[in-house]
């Protein structure tokens, strides 16, 4: 059989498992805001390694190529979210409330604990998130919209939540040496939007 194709149910699934699997990255640009439901109940908490022209990488913790090379891992805070803007993509399509992962570090993750204290959970009302600045001047404020307190969040036909535990779980380190070694990635975020995608 050709190497561009194969046969069968168990060959489908290899197929789908080599392809890896693809998320979407939430992120704001300089000076942008938008409207998001967060669809979690609690974050997914992870240490992740940058790595430039390459994305981010979930620490494995032992036995991290990444941490042995002097790359420090930083904490993150993971959470689905319905992305509520439009946008067009490079063919012309418009999409709009799209689930996406969001990032969050420690700072907005306390900003977000703290709307909770006040107003509830954080996946039972939808809030608009504004970024200011860039580079290590960023900063972000969020508004709760406070008609939407306590309105169940619906997703668009063909929206589902992100596995949180699949598509973060970190690399093998042979994976990760390999794409230390400029081999490209199986698994990576959609590059349509974010200038820095996602690995896991």
């Not at 290899?14 to 000076?31: A, C, H, M, P």
Request: hydrophobic share 30%.
């Amino acid at each position: 059989m050709s190497k561009w194709q194969s046969l069968g149910w168990d060959e489908a699934e290899e197929q789908v498992k080599s392809t890896g699997t693809f998320t979407r990255d939430f992120f704001l640009k300089e000076n942008e805001e938008a409207t998001i439901r967060i669809l979690d109940a609690e974050p997914f908490n992870i240490r992740d390694h940058f790595v430039m022209g390459k994305g981010w990488f979930t620490c494995s913790v032992e036995d991290c190529p990444l941490c042995e090379r002097g790359n420090k891992p930083t904490s993150h805070f993971v959470f689905n979210v319905l992305d509520k803007r439009e946008w067009t993509d490079k063919a012309g399509a418009t999409h709009s409330n799209e689930v996406k992962l969001w990032r969050v570090g420690v700072k907005l993750l306390r900003l977000l604990g703290k709307k909770q204290a006040r107003k509830g959970p954080v996946n039972t009302y939808d809030i608009t998130v504004s970024r200011l600045g860039s580079g290590t001047n960023t900063t972000y404020d969020i508004d709760i919209e406070d008609s939407t307190i306590g309105s169940e969040a619906e997703l668009p036909e063909g929206q589902e939540l992100y596995d949180r535990d699949e598509v973060l779980q970190p690399k093998s380190r042979s994976e990760l040496l390999g794409i230390l070694a400029g081999e490209t990635p199986a698994d990576s975020h959609s590059a349509e939007e974010s200038p820095v995608p996602w690995k896991r």
